[in-house]
């Protein structure tokens, strides 16, 4: 059918509407719009895909596996690079329309080529061009093509094969450049994009402008475009593309992939493609036929013999269409054709038709044989480029063969190697084996060895065993023997000593029951002194009423011889009678006399053993004594009453003190109760007078020649100056009971002498109260402390003695020695006394009827405070006050406890106060110690350190006190 439609055209060329009908202006916008469609297809390929090439004269190759150097070595040139031969049919696809992509384009874009192939299909029909990418900028075109496609996608196409050429130069050298490799470098300007050019040239016409001259011009249309089908030989190389060989030979040249990416579709597509392109220009070039253009008229009639010689060239082979790519075909002008408006033949208008045909076509021509030149180059560029490759291929081949040479000399090795390493492994293992063989022999040896000495060690220690246990059992019969013997010599001595203790035992009992009875005789005796002593008493209350008696006799025979007297002066003067009656009333007198001697006589008998008897029990009852005093509390505001108790009323020698809190282990917290006992316990309530009866014995005992020391205990404030010293105190007391008694002494024949003075130790030193400061400016009177052995008294030398005559001197001195007395000030106590005053009284009594004589001594001693260092929170002279103070009153509890143990030797001269009192502690002295106690709870703890220190005085035995009364020695 369509054979028979072509062959009235003898050039071969198809008729215009099997190009690209002029479309309607009513198919335009769908025209477009299917333009812009399959461009979206084609562009819709994923971007990592390299573009295809866009510009005629680039090769590019279909995608297929990339392969290795040695790879294509092995290859013929042909399949990774275009031959001569190859690459001409492949640029002649090019020129005749068809894209590399379309060619190229593997089958993962085959549905995207389709769907453009059928769109455009669907508007156009079959064989029908695709736009071109970048068209001519048609006023139509590149509105539509704005508004569609984002810009810069595509480049505008050159206006020129020149621009074209330097537009495709520079795409390939961008490729080079990034490393990919074209099988050409040659440029190849189609004649498509030549005519393309020259339409773009051309003023565009209008679409209705076209559309007037569809009818008009249809018929030379299709001679000028079977002209240029014609040319499409000579571009080729005389190939021959004909509608009824569409399919261009170059197609069996190429290498297999390609091939079977080119299907008819894709055929008809690049025929559809080129035809439009030519269309267009055919189209422009048609429209200078309208009559109404008489310039180009012109111009064609010039050119009209070369015209004529190609026309005739282009009508020898007739070109068909492929009839599957025809489109719907217009009907040709004929004899019978019913055309309305149709102009007649115009000749004029023929022959510039042709004329500006034929220039088109020299231009074209022209334009071919410069490609072909091109062509012809860029062969011989590849031609260059394959023998280089060649060249390359051959050199790899070597330097292959060269590798492939080391790899078996490598492998060479590495098999020695490995023979080697395991020569070596085989060699390890047996040496292995051989030391492991060794290993265990030297172990067999070892055990071997170890036995045999542990056999060894085993017999020399059965025999060390043996020889140690013959040793040993000859030691133990001889330790036996020995044992045995030494048994035998503890027995005996055991039996000796046993005897020994029985009879010290025995005599020991003896002694015992000898000391019990002595001790019974003597409590035999305490009782039959106490008896003696109340029978004496008795005796003495006896003799006192006899006396009495005897002085109411007296009185009475006083008064009878006042009777007498009277009653001889009556007789005087009566001689006789008178003189009988003195003579009677002198003989009762006698008799009278004679009776009151005999009393008085015996009632001095009665005191002398009084005294014995008193100072006997005195002894019994022991040297020293302790008694306590607690003062009461001077005002509420001195602070809290400590717990003390009185619990003897009946005795009054004991008194119980509350402890302060203690905490158990437990946690509870108590008080105990501590209980002391004293030969006597003076409550707050006592009064001095009270406590001097106590102690009156003792001033009598001093009074009888003994040595007497009476000492006031305790803390600050407890009231030690105020019983030893007051007004009341017993200083005073004593001093007056010893003026009372040396008067009534007098009566028999005793007649005392008494001297006192007032030391005070402080510091260590001694300073005379009564004459204050005279050691101190005169070393020569410094006080001095002499003993006498013999007479077991002491004397201070540079001391002052007050001849104590009367009872106002005792006061006076009292007062001046109080005045002098070293008063410091502590935080304890402001009027604390921080010295030892020793009062020292000497009596020396006489009797002129016995010729007796007595000295005794009676120290009264206010100690000064015994509080405790850290609680007077004294510093500097006061701490040094302290200090002493306490030196001192620990001399004076060493000594009392060197008594009462009975030492040899006691240490009276460890401190001045114990050296003072030497003669009056212990030995042949009484002693007495108050303990003076504050009643405020404050002061708890300094009142039950007091009280043990006197507990511990109260338990020492000194040995009895010995008078000093002896007759005087002229009486001796
Ligand atoms: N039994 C008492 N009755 C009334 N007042 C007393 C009694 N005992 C002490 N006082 C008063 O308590 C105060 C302190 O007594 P005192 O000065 O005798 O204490 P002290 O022990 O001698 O002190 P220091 O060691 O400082 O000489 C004095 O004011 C005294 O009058």
Not at 78 to 100: D, H
Not at 513 to 537: G, N, T
Not at 769 to 775: D, S
Request: charged share 30%; with cysteine.
């Amino acid at each position: 059918m369509e054979s028979s439609e072509n062959a009235g055209f003898r050039s071969g060329l198809r008729p215009p509407q099997v190009r690209a009908p002029i479309s309607s202006p009513t198919s335009a916008p769908t025209y477009l719009q299917e333009i812009t469609d399959s461009q979206h297809n084609a562009r819709s390929q994923p971007t990592g895909i390299p573009q295809k090439r866009t510009h005629k004269g680039s090769v590019s190759y279909p995608d297929q596996k990339r392969k290795t150097l040695a790879e294509r070595a092995g290859e013929p040139i042909k399949s990774g690079i275009p031959s001569v031969g190859a690459g001409l049919p492949r640029a002649a696809t090019n020129v005749k329309g068809s894209s590399i992509a379309s060619l190229s384009t593997n089958s993962s874009t085959a549905t995207s080529r389709y769907a453009q192939t059928s769109s455009f299909a669907k508007s156009v029909g079959p064989g029908a061009r695709p736009p071109v990418t970048a068209r001519a900028p048609t006023s139509m075109g590149f509105a539509q093509s704005t508004t569609t496609r984002p810009r810069g996608l595509t480049r505008p196409r050159p206006a020129t094969a020149m621009a074209n050429r330097e537009i495709e130069n520079e795409h390939v050298q961008a490729n080079q450049k990034k490393g990919m490799k074209f099988s050409s470098n040659f440029q190849y300007r189609p004649r498509r994009q030549m005519s393309e050019e020259i339409v773009s040239q051309k003023p565009v016409a209008s679409r209705g402008q076209r559309s007037r001259r569809d009818i008009s011009g249809l018929k030379r249309r299709f001679r000028v475009l079977s002209l240029d089908e014609q040319l499409d030989e000579h571009v080729n190389g005389g190939q021959v593309v004909s509608g009824k060989h569409k399919q261009p030979p170059s197609r069996h040249s190429q290498s297999d992939v390609e091939t079977e990416n080119i299907t008819p579709s894709k055929i008809c597509q690049e025929e559809a493609t080129r035809r439009n392109q030519l269309e267009t220009a055919n189209s422009q070039a048609t429209s200078a036929l309208v009559p109404t253009t008489p310039q180009r008229s012109k111009t064609f009639y010039g050119a009209s013999g070369t015209m004529e010689t190609v026309f005739k060239n282009s009508r020898t082979r007739p070109i068909s269409p492929i009839k599957s790519c025809s489109p719907a075909k217009p009907p040709f002008l004929a004899k019978d054709s019913n055309v309305t408006n149709f102009t007649g033949w115009d000749v004029d208008g023929r022959l510039d038709e042709f004329e500006s045909q034929f220039k088109v076509m020299k231009e074209t021509f022209e334009g071919t044989m410069s490609d072909r030149k091109v062509l012809e180059e860029a062969i011989d560029l590849a031609k260059h480029r394959a023998s280089d490759l060649e060249r390359e291929r051959e050199r790899l081949v070597d330097q292959n063969a060269q590798l492939q040479s080391q790899l078996e000399i490598q492998r060479q090795e590495n098999f020695e190697l490995r023979q080697e390493k395991q020569s070596m492994v085989l060699k390890m293992e047996v040496e292995q084996r051989q030391q492991k063989n060794e290993l265990e022999d030297r172990r067999r040896e070892h055990r071997a060895e170890v036995d045999e000495i542990k056999r060894g060690f085993e017999g020399e220690v059965d025999r060390l065993k043996r020889e140690h246990q013959a040793a040993t059992e000859a030691m133990e019969r001889q330790y036996r023997a020995k044992l045995a013997e030494e048994q035998a010599q503890k027995s005996r001595e055991l039996q000796d000593l046993r005897s020994r203790l029985g009879a010290e035992q025995q005599d020991l009992n003896l002694e015992l029951l000898k000391k019990e009875r002595e001790v019974q005789e003597m409590r035999s005796q305490v009782e039959a002194l106490k008896s003696d002593l109340d029978r004496e008493q008795t005796i003495k209350a006896t003799l006192q009423q006899q006396i009495a008696e005897m002085t109411a006799t007296n009185m009475t025979l006083e008064e009878r011889m006042r009777g007498l007297r009277a009653k001889i002066d009556f007789l005087e003067s009566d001689n006789k009678q008178q003189s009988d009656s003195y003579a009677r009333m002198e003989e009762r007198l006698q008799e009278a006399l004679r009776v009151a001697e005999e009393a008085r006589q015996k009632l001095i008998k009665e005191e002398t053993e009084r005294r014995v008897l008193f100072n006997k029990y005195q002894e019994l009852k022991g040297n020293i004594r302790v008694m306590c005093r607690v003062r009461p509390i001077l005002d509420p505001s001195e602070g809290e009453e400590a717990r003390i108790a009185f619990p003897d009323t009946k005795t009054s020698s004991q008194i119980d003190v509350t402890g302060p809190e203690e905490k158990s282990s437990l946690g509870t917290i108590s008080r105990k109760v501590i209980p002391f006992e004293f030969d006597r316990v003076f409550d707050p309530s006592v009064h001095n007078e009270e406590v001097f009866g106590e102690i009156s014995q003792l001033v009598q005992s001093a009074l009888d020649g003994y040595n007497v020391c009476i000492f006031c205990y305790g803390q600050t404030g407890s009231g030690k100056t105020y019983t030893m010293s007051s007004a009341d105190g017993m200083i005073p007391r004593a001093t007056h009971m010893i003026y009372d008694t040396i008067t009534k002494l007098q009566e028999k024949s005793w007649t005392y002498t008494m001297e006192g003075s007032f030391v005070e130790v402080y510091n260590e030193e001694l300073h005379d109260l009564l004459t204050p400061g005279r050691g101190e400016s005169d070393p020569r009177k410094k006080l001095e402390i002499r003993h006498d052995d013999a007479r077991k008294q002491t004397t201070v030398v540079n001391c002052k003695t007050v001849a104590l005559d009367s009872p106002d001197k005792v006061e006076s001195m009292l007062k001046q020695a109080q005045n002098n007395r070293s008063v410091a000030a502590t935080k304890a106590n402001e009027r604390s006394s921080r010295s030892h005053s020793v009062f020292i009284l000497k009596l020396v009594g006489e009797n002129s009827a016995t010729n007796e004589r007595c000295e005794g001594t009676l120290n009264l001693v206010d100690l000064a405070g015994s509080e405790r260092l850290k609680h007077s929170q004294a510093e500097g002279d006061r701490m040094r006050e302290t200090q002493n103070i306490n030196k001192s009153l620990a001399c004076l509890g060493d000594v009392i406890e060197a008594l009462g143990r009975g030492s040899a030797h006691v240490p009276y001269r460890n401190s001045k106060l114990t050296h003072l009192l030497q003669y009056s502690l212990g030995g042949n002295s009484k002693t007495l110690m108050f303990v003076m106690v504050s009643p405020l709870e404050a002061h708890l703890k300094e009142t039950i350190t007091s009280l043990r220190f006197a507990t511990k005085v109260h338990n020492t035995h000194i040995g009895t006190a010995k008078s000093t009364k002896k007759l005087r020695a002229d009486h001796a």
